[in-house]
T-cell receptor, first 113, second 113 residues
Framework: SQTIHQWPATLVQPVGSPLSLECTVE??????LYWYRQAAGRGLQLLFY??????ISSEVPQNLSASRPQDRQFILSSKKLLLSDSGFYLC????????????FGSGTRLTVV | GENVEQHPSTLSVQEGDSAVIKCTYS??????FPWYKQELGKRPQLIID?????GEKKDQRIAVTLNKTAKHFSLHITETQPEDSAVYFC????????????FGQGTELSVKP
């Protein structure tokens, strides 16, 4: 079974500072990887997904970006954080076959101040 | 793209009663429909899922039904218990587009003892 390691668990960052959240997956190869954001404990919004190394699809225009430098590593970044970037960020994986339930990481609670 | 609507947003029931949460989806190509339970501050956990070639699936006190013609699916919880209290999310995906899941907005279920 898959295990997702996501860190840090909590983060408080000032407006305008950079961001880097990392997610790594164990127990599978060639997974599909996803970043979601959840505001106020409701509604998971899909931000990015990746079906392979270097392949990133963006779902929502914003000041965030994602990268997949290795098969089981997925990184969410920002050059300058906004107050509206606050939320609970969740990494998820599935696959290599698609169309299966996700395994979620434990999440990062980001507060931009 | 896919859009998933979930109702109700909040649901309060007495212990032992049944709870029903309903979702509709827009993309007729969607063929996988999972349900997640999320407790406060934790990651979503898959509780049951159904594929488009099946109309109903049961797992102990939990069941999911799917009506492909009407493009809606429902979660049924019988004999509710206080530990069922949580936020429940439905989701839909297709096997293409990286298997990305689009989530409903969530239902906060409260089971009163």
């Amino acid at each position: 079974s898959q295990t997702i390691h996501q860190w840090p668990a909590t983060l408080v960052q000032p407006v305008g500072s950079p961001l880097s959240l990392e997610c790594t997956v164990e127990g599978t190869s060639n997974p599909n990887l996803y970043w979601y954001r959840q505001a106020a404990g409701r509604g998971l919004q899909l931000l990015f997904y990746s079906v392979g190394i270097g392949q990133i699809s963006s779902e929502v225009p914003q000041n965030l970006s994602a990268s997949r430098p290795q098969d089981r590593q997925f990184i969410l970044s920002s050059k300058k954080l906004l107050l509206s970037d606050s939320g609970f960020y969740l990494c998820a994986s599935t696959g290599p076959a698609t169309n299966y339930g996700y395994t979620f990481g434990s999440g990062t609670r980001l507060t931009v101040v | 793209g896919e859009n998933v609507e979930q109702h109700p947003s909040t649901l309060s029931v007495q212990e032992g009663d049944s709870a029903v949460i309903k979702c509709t989806y827009s993309d007729s190509a969607s063929n996988y429909f999972p349900w997640y339970k999320q407790e406060l501050g934790k990651r979503p956990q898959l509780i049951i899922d159904i594929r488009s070639n099946v109309g109903e699936k049961k797992d102990q006190r939990i069941a999911v039904t799917l009506n492909k013609t009407a493009k809606h699916f429902s979660l049924h919880i019988t004999e509710t218990q206080p530990e069922d209290s949580a936020v429940y999310f439905c989701a839909a995906s297709t096997h293409n587009q990286g298997g990305k899941l689009i989530f409903g907005q969530g239902t906060e279920l409260s089971v009163k003892p």
